[in-house]
């Protein structure tokens, strides 16, 4: 599976929209880029995926670029329940295991 | 609907002896993945099961083993506990294998000292 990836940290303000960037440069054509989250201490949460059109969910939007080489996980709204690290993940049809990287700390600040 | 739960919550255990750890599936879900989470890192890939059969493994030596039960349920067992196996452990359950979300239980803490 391709290697991903992200910034160590970013800051968002309460209720502004959260931007998380992802670099996956090295993706295969077969390979689908995953978002999740873990905020402390609890299992990490699936956000959303993608192959190659952009999508959207009741959490998140998932922006894919033409080339499949990067991709934007937005958070529309972003609230302080927000604050969690966010993983970015590119993983193939046959794929069995997450291989899960340092991932982004979003803080969201009052 | 219920989600995917993990017993115990935690666990303190010495250097050398045995662990299980259980892992309920969401309803529906007929594939479970195992995964260890050291402290500041992000969870490695144990192994997997899907239809009571083991279905890939991470990098970890076979005293860490598991089973999957007719029921979807499975358990992780873990032989000669070492210090470096302290963690948190994380089940995952999905619908199948491929192209799925992959939903994860609470996890067990486990200390060995």
């Known amino acids: 599976d391709a290697k991903t990836t992200q910034p160590p940290s970013m800051d968002c303000a309460e209720g502004r929209a959260a931007n998380l960037p992802c670099n996956h440069s090295t993706i295969s054509g077969n390979e689908y880029v995953y978002w999740y989250r873990q905020i402390h201490s609890q299992g990490p949460q699936y956000i959303i995926h993608?192959?190659?059109n952009n999508e959207t969910n009741e959490m998140a939007s998932l922006i894919i670029t033409e080339d499949r080489k990067s991709s934007t996980l937005i958070l529309p709204h972003a609230t302080l329940r927000d604050t969690a690290v966010y993983y970015c993940i590119a993983l193939n049809n046959a794929g069995n295991m997450l291989t899960f990287g340092g991932g982004t700390r979003l803080m969201v600040k009052p | 609907e219920t989600g995917v739960t993990q017993s115990p919550t935690h666990l303190i255990k010495t250097r050398g002896q045995q662990v299980t750890l259980r892992c309920s599936s969401q309803s529906g879900h007929n594939t479970v993945s195992w995964y260890q989470q050291a402290l500041g890192q992000g969870p490695q890939f144990i192994f997997q099961y899907y239809r009571e059969e083991e279905n890939g493994r991470g990098n970890f030596p076979p005293r860490f083993s598991g089973l999957q039960f007719p029921n979807y349920s499975s358990e992780l067992n873990v032989n000669a506990l070492e210090l470096d196996d302290s963690a948190l452990y994380l089940c995952?359950?999905?619908?199948?294998?491929?192209?799925?979300?992959?939903?994860f239980g609470p996890g067990t803490r486990l200390l060995v000292l």
């Open positions: 995952a359950s999905r619908e199948g294998l491929g192209v799925r979300a992959q939903y």
């Open positions: 993608g192959l190659k």
